[in-house]
């Protein structure tokens, strides 16, 4: 599957100099589900990025997650190696050490570190099984599981309000998510050398390839957003605030009136920069086609739907070697 067929509707974008900012309290407590779900629609479909604030996850559990992913990029390269990506097989989780990943490998070298977990299952499958962790970090575990689930539960209202500022039934998404893949990715960038070549970045270019991100990033910035006129926009730190955009299957599955943004980190700040992001997507075998709310007689659906799973194997087999030599994902789960 190449990218042009993700990316070839018509994006709405407006030419955005700034991030949205969203109150959530209404839709986490449920006084106005609908009125949050309006604003979000707008910003999914002029921007692709926003900001929320009054998410209801506590502050001092994002405080302990980056205790934790400190902890985690502190440790010696040995402890490290242990835990990589490689070492997991299908599952695709683990330590990546910086250029392992490169997000725009034909443009760009990435500088992150970064370490991927999930839901835990004792099966190995393609993106399930088991997680591999620490053993120098014993509460390094509870720690990444506690925010994982208050993640996982501000990603579901999202997804529910996605729904319905489509005209869709609050459960729609929902349905196509009782065990999706799911990544929590704790990230290190180092700092950025300004007298560099130009080729290192902490993140080169990309959109999202799922359904929806939630970023948390600390004080010291780096995020930058791709308006429709090729500007790069800052999206600075918020104060207890996430960063949330949606990625290529929501582009793809609202046929375009919902946009993927492409985005990238550049840490030129000279001081070690900190990020945690939760991405959720679909059931590995939920078809990922266009709703039905977002087909007219100008925008006809989608001709060429496909599976989640078959999306994820793709992407992931270009971007993991040990994939590549002799592990390439099943075509379907086990």
Not at 44 to 50: A, D, I, P, T
Not at 155 to 173: H, M, N
Not at 182 to 201: E, K
Not at 307 to 312: A, L, N
Request: aromatic share 10%; net charge negative.
């Amino acid at each position: 599957m190449s990218d042009a067929s993700v990316n070839r509707f018509a994006s709405k974008q407006v030419a955005f100099h700034e991030i949205p900012v969203i109150d959530v309290a209404a839709l986490v407590d449920g006084s106005d589900v609908e009125g949050v779900a309006r604003q979000i629609g707008e910003s999914c479909e002029q921007v692709g990025f926003f900001y929320v604030k009054n998410h209801g996850v506590p502050a001092e559990l994002v405080k302990r997650m980056y205790a934790a992913t400190e902890e985690l990029f502190d440790l010696p390269d040995e402890a490290k190696a242990k835990i990589r990506v490689e070492k997991s097989g299908p599952t695709a989780r683990g330590y990546i050490s910086p250029s392992a990943e490169n997000a725009d490998p034909n443009k760009t070298t990435d500088l992150k570190e970064a370490f991927d977990y999930g839901a835990k299952q004792e099966t190995v499958s393609p993106f399930f099984g088991p997680n591999l962790m620490p053993e120098e970090l014993p509460e390094f575990e509870a720690t990444c599981d506690e925010y994982y689930a208050a993640m996982r539960t501000l990603a579901g209202k999202l997804v529910g309000a996605f729904a319905i500022s489509l005209g869709l039934e609050p459960d729609y998404f929902a349905r196509m998510q009782t065990n999706p893949i799911t990544i929590q990715r704790l990230l290190h960038y180092p700092p950025q050398d300004l007298n560099s070549d130009g080729n290192a970045i902490g993140i080169g270019a990309h959109t999202d390839k799922g359904v929806l991100t939630i970023l948390s990033q600390d004080s010291v910035g780096g995020l930058q957003v791709q308006n429709k006129d090729g500007e790069w926009i800052t999206a600075p730190p918020i104060e207890d605030a996430f960063v949330i955009n949606i990625g290529d299957l929501v582009q793809k599955m609202t046929n375009g009136k919902y946009s993927s943004t492409v985005h990238r980190v550049v840490n030129e700040s000279g001081a070690e920069r900190y990020s945690v992001a939760f991405f959720i997507d679909l059931d590995y075998d939920a078809l990922v086609e266009t709703v039905p709310t977002c087909v007219d007689d100008e925008h006809p659906a989608d001709p060429a739907p496909y599976t989640c799973g078959k999306y994820k194997n793709d992407w992931f087999v270009k971007v993991y070697p040990h994939l590549k030599d002799g592990m390439e994902f099943a075509t379907s789960k086990s």
